[in-house]
């Protein structure tokens, strides 16, 4: 089956007719929709398929017990309203490099596998990588078992109802050492490759990022009877940051997102008694981080004290810098410029992949695809056909190269 006929066929599933993006969340139909899509493609290679302990999807070419294994794929599940190329475009092309391979007649050397894993966007239970993570040991069973939905489902119990075990999960250290490598493909999601001409990059790093609650507490009250003086507006304080994390972004060439903000009572004609801002922030490197987040909470708290709000910053999660395996980076750089002589870009990333969760456990690379909107997390997500068929000769070139004779 050919890439253009694979996507097709899975670019319908979870698709919202109201904002044309995808609502693929973890252990909904939608995602059983892909996960069915995912079996029948290994079943139509005659790939072993198997789901392991923490419902990631294996479409194994070769015996998984020999070990040094090369694994590619991404993940099928996505943000609200997402676009159809993030994770989506890794699986896609993985089925379609390894039949590209076949047709040249490539013997294989070492195992080779498809995964698909599970809930990588965190879109339902707030927690990105839940898959990967419980996989690696950085996520415990008992921590998964508290995770919970908008609509205070359990992940354990969303597991039962979509047919699997929650008291399987957990760290799977034989798994991982059965793999020697982990490439994974991925739509940029930014401009860097459409800047600078080239279809295909590699990616270098993955940058620190994190994400902060701000809950600035004032006092509720009547937004028609009280006046400006007597108010201790949460609102205004939050705002206020808004704009200061912006301002500490540009100053560091970095980035600050306030993006999700909730508001208690909620009401039109109420003055809130609390506001929460959620800020996510990324930079290149560890100490601009520190200092843009710093300025942010130093900000924060002087507009809050202006206003008579109090001020509580948490951090609810963090991810360190990744540093992807220099050896293998530079290997599939060797091989993508063997034929052309050409010197593949080379680019960081202010994203996170299940390829940065692995990277503590298995070497690991990953190749982006053009993107010429710079767009992604949204129905404006593309990447051209010409530019995915690149990229599956491009993966098919890299799996030829680490794991064939």
Request: aromatic share 6%; charged share 25%; net charge negative.
């Amino acid at each position: 089956m050919s890439f253009h006929s694979m996507w097709a066929e899975l670019l319908p599933i979870g698709r919202s007719s109201a904002s044309g993006g995808y609502r693929r969340y973890a252990w909904t139909g939608a995602d059983a929709d892909c996960r069915a899509w995912f079996r029948q493609q290994a079943e139509d290679r005659g790939l072993a398929y198997e789901v392991d302990r923490n419902g990631n999807q294996w479409a194994w070419l070769g015996d998984p017990a020999a070990g040094d294994a090369v694994v590619t794929g991404s993940h099928l599940d996505s943000v609200p309203d997402g676009g159809a190329f993030d994770g989506p475009l890794g699986v896609v092309s993985a089925f379609a490099a390894l039949d590209e391979l076949r047709g040249r007649g490539a013997r294989i050397a070492r195992p080779l596998a498809v995964v698909n894993f599970g809930d990588e966007e965190g879109a339902r239970f707030g927690l990105a990588c839940v898959g990967s993570r419980l996989t690696a040991g950085l996520l415990t069973p008992e921590q998964a078992h508290r995770l919970t939905d908008g609509d205070g489902v359990s992940l354990p119990r969303a597991m039962e109802a979509a047919g699997y075990d929650p008291e399987a999960i957990g760290p799977d250290p034989e798994r991982l050492a059965r793999i020697g490598a982990f490439v994974e493909l991925h739509v940029e999601q930014g401009r860097a490759l459409d800047l600078s001409g080239d279809r295909i990059g590699i990616a270098s790093a993955i940058w620190p990022h994190g994400r902060w609650r701000f809950d600035f507490r004032g006092e509720a009250n009547h937004a028609g009877t009280t006046r400006l003086a007597d108010r201790r507006d949460p609102m205004l304080s939050c705002a206020e940051t808004v704009l200061a994390a912006r301002r500490e972004a540009e100053r560091a060439g970095a980035v600050a997102t306030f993006g999700k903000i909730s508001v208690e009572p909620n009401g039109v004609n109420a003055i809130p008694s609390l506001v929460r801002g959620w800020l996510d922030s990324r930079a290149a490197d560890q100490e601009t981080l520190d200092a843009v987040v710093g300025g942010v909470e130093k900000a924060a708290r002087g507009h809050a004290a202006a206003h008579g709000v109090g001020l509580d910053v948490v951090r609810e999660s963090f991810t360190p810098v990744v540093e992807f395996d220099h050896a293998l980076r530079d290997e599939l750089g060797r091989i993508l410029g063997a034929d052309t002589g050409l010197k593949v870009p080379v680019l960081g990333t202010g994203a996170g992949h299940d390829a940065g969760i692995l990277s503590g456990s298995v070497p690991t690379a990953m190749l982006f695809v053009r993107n010429p909107t710079g767009v992604s997390h949204s129905p404006a997500e593309f990447a051209a056909e010409d530019d995915c068929v690149a990229g599956v000769r491009a993966l098919a070139d890299v799996l030829e190269g680490l794991a064939c004779r």
